[in-house]
């Protein structure tokens, strides 16, 4: 073994041969996880690792390496809980609906709208309820948030496939939207979604089991086996 295969990846945009050409965020976790080297690996939920992606990409290079600790922090977290989609999607646009371009707020409003509506179904709540902090982003965006309401009332031909379509490409939309908004540091945003995207899939994640110790046999008993034993 030299002293490349030693080296540590350092953390930089788009897909990598191998370690010793750099990393982006979901290789390097592939990598500390044990796995083949990939962006796609096992060992995270699909739509948390298309955000560590996306905010890897849109990050800039000053501001990348502020990414780095979080990486272990998305090994092994792959809840299967139905809340998960929805609840990270709404979180990433959250972040982003109130500083976006128009164009792009008219596309997270109708995609936070739908995600809120699956979450009130998960939880037995009314179709148009929704957590104060998408109610209060899209408050902020009532003209985008108008179009939104009427758009997602409209009857559609087909259902989209909301996990595998419209999520991926809603949090595409609000990190890019975020990179390119005239807002001031940009990356320091992205971090704070990445963040709370992690921490929306921590909160779904399977509780461990906890195994009850055997008891140990009280005196009596012990004294009373050894005189069966006797």
């Known amino acids: 073994m030299n002293n490349l295969d030693l080296a540590v990846p350092v953390l930089s945009r788009g897909k990598h041969r191998n370690p010793r050409k750099g990393a982006c965020f979901m290789e390097f976790a592939s990598y500390l996880a044990g796995e083949p080297w990939s962006d796609h690996p096992g060992c995270t939920h699909p739509l948390l690792a298309g955000v560590a992606r996306d905010v890897n990409d849109c990050t ?7 990414l780095a600790p979080l990486v272990p922090s998305v090994i092994g977290l792959t809840p299967d809980d139905p809340h998960v989609v929805p609840r990270v999607t709404a979180a990433c646009i959250q972040h982003a609906l109130p500083v976006v371009s128009q164009e792009r707020q008219y596309i997270l409003a109708v995609a936070l709208l739908v995600a809120e509506r699956q979450l009130a179904q998960l939880d037995g709540r009314p179709a148009d309820s929704m957590s104060p ?3 209060a982003v899209l408050d902020a965006v009532p003209s985008a948030t108008k179009w939104a309401r009427s758009f997602t ?4 031909r087909g259902t989209p496939d909301f996990a595998r379509r419209t999520a ?12 390119q908004a005239c807002v001031p540091d ?3 945003r992205l971090f704070l979604l990445l963040n709370d995207a992690i921490s929306e899939c921590k909160r779904w994640m399977p509780k461990p089991t906890v195994h009850e110790p055997a008891e140990t046999p009280g005196p009596a008993l012990v004294e009373e086996e050894s005189v069966h034993i006797r």
Not at 168 to 179: K, L, M, Q
């Open 60 to 66: 800039t290079d000053a501001g990348r390496s502020r």
């Open 133 to 135: 902090e998408s109610q």
């Open 153 to 156: 009332a409209r009857p559609h």
């Open 168 to 179: 991926p490409r809603a949090v595409s939309c609000a990190v890019e939207g975020i990179s």
């Open 186 to 188: 940009p990356d320091e």
